[in-house]
């Protein structure tokens, strides 16, 4: 019997974890980045991409039961060579980057929002003071306040759903353009990643294929839900112009709720909402690539003193490049994310011995994803 709960336990660990990393800030830009397609085609967008993230997630897991103890580099190293665990572990540093800078930018936007610039970057440099602080001294004080963040984020989302309800609101079919769904793709990827964690899933549940297929599927399920529930009250309650006006601003479309509610307790709800999001996945990022970091630059002193340095620095670069947060975001799901999540799991499958025509559309989905965002960026 207790063997059957211990099973269980960590059968729901694993679920959690896959859902706890993958949802994060990044369905904040949802709404906005898929403003200009409607919300038909954003819903098909993201199960489209849904689908081809839970593939991969299943092909990399398949790639890692073989293999056993292996982590991520060794197993592209193996499969794809030297060059596949450059590009995992570029890629890697290279999304948490991306994801620090867009995590500041947008608390950066909604504490401007309340007040002004001075006192933004004076509240930016405590907080920034405070984590490198905790990174250096203090590092299960992270935990709490991220325990705390939490709750709020869970409370904050439960009002604001319960507002989206109360409020006048739109048809969410009064436009459709699918043609503009493809440059929104990227940022869709990104909130789906969670293929870092799955070495500790395939441990968790000892490399059982059928259990760690289920716990995947479970665990994908919520930021699935979670995805779609924030387009749905973004457009109910937003107009074009409205998300629109977001986007020029570079700040997520839930602080800007005065227009809709005579109360300004709603509005204080969408912007605390926004912003323990974005702290919450600006929290878990900077500790897990302190932990990366750490390990990477054991044995030299130097660096290893400067890590937390580098976890900070992306602020001064939202400090001086402001509203970068959609940005960032679509460079790190389409670019970085891509690379970690689509390309790397699917290319060994194309190899003789593994090959399959699925194996093959699967990754020119990920291609496509991949050449949309160099094209965004290109025109930007």
């Not at 440099?125 to 306040?145: Q, W």
């Not at 309650?237 to 839930?254: H, I, K, N």
């Amino acid at each position: 019997m207790n063997k059957f709960y211990t099973k269980q336990h960590r059968f729901l660990n694993a679920i959690f974890l896959v859902a706890g990393t993958s949802i994060g800030a990044s369905e904040l830009g949802l709404p906005v980045a898929l403003r200009h397609s409607g919300y038909l085609p954003a819903v098909v967008g993201m199960l489209g991409i849904y689908i081809c993230m839970l593939a991969s997630g299943i092909l990399l897991a398949k790639l890692f039961i073989g293999e056993r103890q292996r982590n991520l580099p060794a197993l592209f190293q193996k499969y794809l060579g030297g060059l596949g665990a450059t590009l995992f572990n570029g890629s890697y540093f290279s999304l948490a980057f991306c994801l620090l800078v867009a995590y500041w930018s947008g608390i950066q936007s909604i504490l401007s929002s309340f007040h002004g610039g001075l006192f933004t970057l004076i509240v930016l440099l405590i907080a920034a003071i405070g984590i490198y602080y905790c990174l250096r001294h203090n590092f299960r004080l992270l935990y709490f306040f991220n325990t705390i963040l939490t709750i709020g984020l869970i409370l904050s989302f439960i009002f604001l759903v319960l507002a989206s309800f109360r409020s006048s609101s739109l048809s969410l079919f009064h436009s459709t353009n699918w043609s503009q769904l493809p440059s929104s793709l990227p940022l869709i990827l990104c909130s789906f990643g969670y293929h870092q964690v799955i070495p500790m899933v395939c441990q968790q549940l000892d490399y059982d294929r059928r259990v760690i297929n289920r716990a995947l599927l479970a665990g994908t399920l919520f930021p699935l839900i979670f995805n779609i529930i924030i387009l749905t009250i973004g457009f109910r309650l937003f107009s074009t112009d409205e998300l629109s006006e977001a986007a020029r601003l570079g700040m997520p479309v839930f602080v800007l709720l005065k227009e809709h509610f005579h109360s300004n307790f709603f509005v204080y709800v969408g912007q605390c909402f926004s912003f323990f999001a974005i702290a919450t996945s600006l929290l878990g990022v900077s500790m897990a690539l302190r932990g990366a970091l750490y390990d990477i630059f054991e044995g030299q002193k130097i660096l290893q003193r400067s890590t937390e340095l580098l976890i900070i620095f992306p602020l001064f670069i939202a400090i001086v490049k402001p509203q970068l947060f959609f940005t960032v975001l679509g460079l790190a799901g389409g670019i970085f994310g891509n690379l970690m999540a689509g390309l790397l799991p699917t290319t060994p499958f194309l190899k003789a011995g593994y090959f399959r025509f699925r194996y093959l559309l699967l990754w020119l989905a990920f291609v496509a994803v991949f050449v949309l965002e160099c094209v965004n960026l290109c025109s930007s």
